[in-house]
C-alpha cells in the first residue's frame, strides 16, 4: 500500500535481459506479457511499478566486444539502444529501466556480496565442472545431456578456478516447501520437476531428511567484465548474484538512487521463461532468505516460442524481427497474436501461417468487422445518431449478461496471468456479438419504418458491448483500442468502472466512421 496516495501497489518486472545481441520475438513476448498486465493493474487503480532491463556483464559480452575492438560498455550500450528502441515501438509502459552497469546497482550488489560473506552464506572454495561457454554455465556431470550443455545442446569445456560459493542447503526445506504448498510457482505442475532435478531431497538412514542441492558459484577470476568484490578483487561477482538482485536494487535497495523498496517490495510478479526458471524458483528465495527480505508472491513461467520445434534465441540464430513484424502486421496484432498463443507453462511454436490465421480471424473478421459494420449501419439507417426510442427484444437479454458477465473473468485470468485465456474470453464475446446480428437481421429491420426502435437497440446493444470488450482489451492492445472507442463514439466512457455495466452509452450516441481497424491480411500475397 502506497501511505502517500493510499492506493494498493503492485511491482511487475521481466527478466533483464542479455545485451549480447539484438532483442527478438520471445524477448518481446515476456515484455508485451507483463506491459500488458501492468496496463491491466493501472486500469484497476493500483500504483504499478513495472520494471525491466538489461543484465550487461560477463564473459560472452567481454569476448564479443573484443572481437569487435570496442570496450564492453561501448558494446552494450549499442545494444541497449536497440531494446529500448524496440520497447517504445512495442507500447511497452515500463516505469524503470535498469542496466547492470548502472552505478547504484554495482554499490549495491557489492554490499549485499559483503552482506551475505559477513553472515556466512559465502565462503571461498574452488570450482571444477564442466562449462558451457556460450551459456556461461557450469554443470556438473549428472546435469548434462549426452554429455553436452542442456540448455543448449552444445560442447562443454572442463574448467577450474577459485571462486567464492553461497550455501544453499540452509534454504533446501524453506524452499522445498515454497515450491510445493504455496502459490509461489506458476503453473505450479512445475515443481515436482524442479524438487527432483535440483533440491533432490532424501531421508537418510536416521530418518532425517537431507537435501542434494548443490552450492551456487558466485564469483569468477578468469574474466573482469563483472562487479568486483570489494573485499577480494580479482574475483567478479559472477552473473547470478548480480542478476537477481536488480529486483530489489532497482527500488533503491542498499542504495540512495531510489527509494521505493519499502513501497513496492516484495513483488507481486517476476515473469520468467522456463530457461532461467530454476534461478528465480531457488536461488532467488535463498537469496532473499539469507538477507532476512520478505519474499515475491508470484513467479510466473511461460514456455518457449519455438521455431521448427527448437527454442527461438540469438545463439541458435532462428530469431524473428519483431520490428519486421511490427511494420509488416501491425504492433498491437503482433502483440495480440503472442499474447493469444502463449499458455503460461507450454512452448507455443511460431507460424506465419498461424499469425495471419490468427489476426484475420479474430481481428479483421472477428473484432474489426463488428466495428465497421456497426457504424455503417448507424450511419446509413440513423445519419451517424441513434435516436432515443427503444425496444427491447428476442436476445438481449443474452448479450447484456455475456458482455456484463466478461470483466469478473478477465479479472481472474489476468490475476492468474493467464493471458491467452482473458483473450480468449474476451474474443468469445465478440462472437457472441456478430452472432447477435445474424440474429436480430438488422439489415431487415431497416427496412421496416415501425422496427426503428427495435433497430436502435439492437445497435446501441452492439455499441455498448463492442465498449465493455475494447475496453478490457486496450490493456492489451493499447494503440488501437482508443481508435474503437472514437469509431463507437465510446471515448469518455471507456472506464474499467464501467466495463461491467450495461447501458452507458448516452441513447443518442453518435458515432464516427473510421478506417478499418484491422486490415485483413491478403494470404496468397503473403
Ligand atoms: N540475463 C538473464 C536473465 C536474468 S533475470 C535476473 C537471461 N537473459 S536472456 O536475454 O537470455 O533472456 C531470457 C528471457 O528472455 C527468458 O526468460 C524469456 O523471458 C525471454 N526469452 C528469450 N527467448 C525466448 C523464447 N524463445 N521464447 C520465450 N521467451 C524467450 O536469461
Redesign the pocket.
Known amino acids: 500500500m502506497c501511505k502517500a496516495c493510499d492506493k494498493k501497489t503492485f511491482y511487475i518486472t521481466?527478466?533483464?535481459?542479455?545485451p549480447?545481441g539484438n532483442p527478438?520475438?520471445?524477448?518481446t513476448?515476456?515484455t508485451v506479457a507483463c506491459d500488458s498486465i501492468a496496463r491491466y493493474k493501472r486500469m484497476q487503480g493500483y500504483d504499478v511499478m513495472f520494471l525491466t532491463g538489461?543484465?550487461e556483464h560477463g564473459q560472452k559480452i567481454e569476448e564479443k566486444a573484443k572481437e569487435r575492438g570496442i570496450t564492453p560498455k561501448q558494446y552494450v550500450d549499442e545494444i541497449v539502444a536497440v531494446f529500448k528502441k524496440l520497447w517504445e515501438y512495442m507500447n511497452i509502459s515500463y516505469d524503470r529501466y535498469i542496466r547492470t552497469t548502472d552505478d547504484y546497482h554495482v554499490e549495491s550488489v557489492q554490499k549485499i556480496f559483503k552482506e551475505l560473506y559477513d553472515r556466512g552464506y559465502i565462503y571461498k572454495g574452488e570450482y571444477a565442472g564442466k562449462y558451457c561457454t556460450p551459456c556461461e554455465s557450469f554443470w556438473t556431470e549428472s546435469q548434462l545431456v549426452d554429455g553436452k550443455c542442456p540448455d543448449c545442446g552444445r560442447e562443454v569445456i572442463e574448467a577450474k578456478e577459485e571462486a567464492y560459493f553461497f550455501k544453499m542447503t540452509p534454504f533446501a526445506e524453506r524452499i522445498e516447501k515454497l515450491l510445493t504448498e504455496t502459490d509461489y510457482l506458476r503453473p505450479r505442475t512445475r515443481a515436482t520437476e524442479l524438487v527432483n532435478n535440483f533440491l533432490q531431497p532424501s531421508v537418510d538412514e536416521n530418518g532425517n531428511k537431507t537435501y542434494g542441492l548443490e552450492d551456487l558459484c558466485v564469483s569468477r577470476t578468469s574474466f573482469s567484465w563483472g562487479i568486483p568484490v570489494t573485499f577480494d578483487t580479482k574475483h567478479v561477482v559472477y552473473?547470478?548474484i548480480d542478476?537477481?538482485s536488480?529486483?530489489i536494487t532497482a527500488l533503491g535497495y542498499e542504495n540512495g538512487a531510489y527509494d521505493d523498496y519499502k513501497k513496492y517490495w516484495p513483488a507481486d510478479v517476476h515473469?520468467?521463461?522456463?530457461?532461467?526458471m530454476r534461478?528465480?524458483a531457488i536461488i532467488?528465495p535463498a537469496m532473499l532468505m539469507a538477507l532476512e527480505q520478505p519474499l515475491p508472491q508470484h513467479l510466473a513461467v511461460?514456455?518457449?516460442?519455438?521455431f521448427n520445434g527448437q527454442?527461438?534465441?540469438?545463439s541458435l540464430g532462428n530469431v524473428v524481427d519483431p520490428f519486421i513484424l511490427g511494420e509488416r502486421y501491425g504492433v498491437d496484432a503482433i502483440r495480440y497474436h503472442i499474447m493469444r498463443e502463449?499458455a503460461l507453462g507450454a512452448?507455443?511454436s511460431f507460424s506465419n501461417e498461424i499469425m495471419i490465421n490468427r489476426i484475420n480471424t479474430d481481428l479483421a473478421n472477428g473484432l474489426g468487422n463488428l466495428v465497421s459494420r456497426t457504424v455503417a449501419m448507424i450511419d446509413k439507417y440513423f445519419g451517424g445518431t441513434l435516436p432515443t426510442d427503444r425496444e427491447e427484444g428476442d436476445f438481449d437479454a443474452d448479450l447484456i449478461a455475456t458482455a456484463t458477465a466478461l470483466k469478473a473473468k478477465v479479472d481472474d485470468h489476468v490475476e492468474n496471468t493467464r493471458l491467452n485465456l482473458a483473450l480468449e474470453e474476451i474474443f468469445k464475446v465478440i462472437s457472441r456479438a456478430n452472432k447477435y446480428i445474424d440474429e436480430t437481421t438488422p439489415w431487415i429491420l431497416g427496412k421496416d419504418e415501425s422496427k426503428k426502435a427495435r433497430l436502435a437497440t439492437v445497435l446501441y446493444n452492439l455499441l455498448d458491448t463492442i465498449r465493455i470488450a475494447a475496453t478490457l482489451l486496450s490493456a492489451f492492445m493499447p494503440t488501437t483500442m482508443p481508435k474503437v472507442f472514437e469509431q463507437i463514439g465510446a471515448a469518455e466512457y471507456a472506464t474499467y468502472e464501467n466495463a461491467d455495466k450495461f447501458g452507458v452509452l448516452p441513447l443518442d450516441v453518435t458515432v464516427k466512421r473510421g478506417e478499418a481497424i484491422f486490415p485483413r491480411i491478403d494470404v496468397d500475397k503473403e
Not at 511461460?302 to 519455438?306: A, D, F, L, S, Y
Not at 527454442?311 to 540469438?314: E, V
Open positions: 521481466t527478466p533483464i535481459y542479455y549480447s527478438h520475438i520471445g524477448h513476448y515476456t538489461t543484465d552473473v547470478w542478476a537477481l536488480n529486483y515473469m520468467v521463461a522456463k530457461d532461467i534461478f528465480h532467488w511461460h514456455g518457449w516460442i519455438t527454442k527461438m534465441s540469438k502463449m512452448d507455443s
